[in-house]
Nanobody, 127 residues
């Protein structure tokens, strides 16, 4: 099974930018669509962005549309999430997740659509 490790989180001033990374190992990377989700204490897990198996399609959560870009480098088995214009409400643990067995172009938005999750990386936005 694929293993996922997130990195790149930290404390960032509001209005700044951050790039998170999701490193995959254990299986051929293009078998997997990858999603990013976030969860703050007391909140539901929220969809942030997703990419299909090869990076020809991407989807974004409505609250982040225009501020987020997801990309993947299949030669390095990496998926990236860039967040611009960080807001206090972006503070959360950010997780990447993988789903196999779906078509190129499919980039699921539901947490229940994913089967393997990383451990998360904390993003804290400072005022």
């Amino acid at each position: 099974q694929v293993q996922l490790v997130e990195s790149g989180g930290g404390a960032v001033q509001a209005g700044g930018s951050l790039r998170l990374s999701c490193a995959a190992s254990g299986r051929p990377f293009t078998e997997f669509a990858i999603g990013w989700f976030r969860q703050a204490p007391g909140n539901e897990r929220e969809f942030v962005a997703s990419t299909d198996r090869v990076g020809v399609n991407a989807r974004y959560g409505e609250s982040l549309q225009g501020r987020v870009t997801i990309s993947r480098d299949n030669t390095r088995s990496m998926v990236y999430l860039e967040i611009n214009g960080l807001k206090l409400e972006d503070t959360a643990v950010y997780f990447c997740a993988a789903r196999s067995g779906i078509m190129i172009g499919m980039a699921p938005k539901g947490a229940s659509d994913y089967t393997t999750w990383g451990q998360g990386t904390q993003v804290t936005v400072l005022s």
